[in-house]
């Protein structure tokens, strides 16, 4: 495991639950993910997708792993999600994206956008998939590779 700087350990620090609009998340992405100077909508999913907080560390921080240190990665705002407002998907079924801070261990800004589904938090351990559209998902997925800026292309591993 490689050196962990100290900024990025939680010791005892709190879950900030406030994000600003405008604060970038950062994602990880696989090279394949990225096409032609674009981050592929491959690179984003629901539910509980993992990123890093722009508030608490640098987009470096995702390659820290030397079996990621090839991967790029792409920011996008918080207000890109959008956040705690309904999005309609066949003019019936409401979805609610939002960040929410989750720090590990050794990683205190990482954080999941997660979705919702009438209150509802959709995620593998409830083994409620099936309340997520494939059709809202492909198309929030085309969203945020649009509105994602590449903060670290990834390196050429041929």
Known sequence: ????PPDMMTRDRPVDPHFA???ILYRRFR???????EV??????LPDMSVNRQ???PPKWLLLDEAFAHWGVAGFRVEDIPRDREMLHAG???????PEHAPEKHNYPHSEVRIFCDGIHICRDQRNLHLLEPEFHLRWREHLSMA???AIPPKDVG
């Open 148 to 150: 994602s800026r590449v």
């Open 40 to 45: 592929a909508p491959e690179a984003f999913e």
């Open 31 to 37: 090279p394949e993910d990225f096409d032609g100077g």
């Open 21 to 23: 609009d405008d604060e």
């Open 92 to 98: 019936v079924i409401a979805y609610v994206l939002r």
């Open 1 to 4: 495991m490689p050196d962990i």
């Open 55 to 57: 508030k608490y560390g």
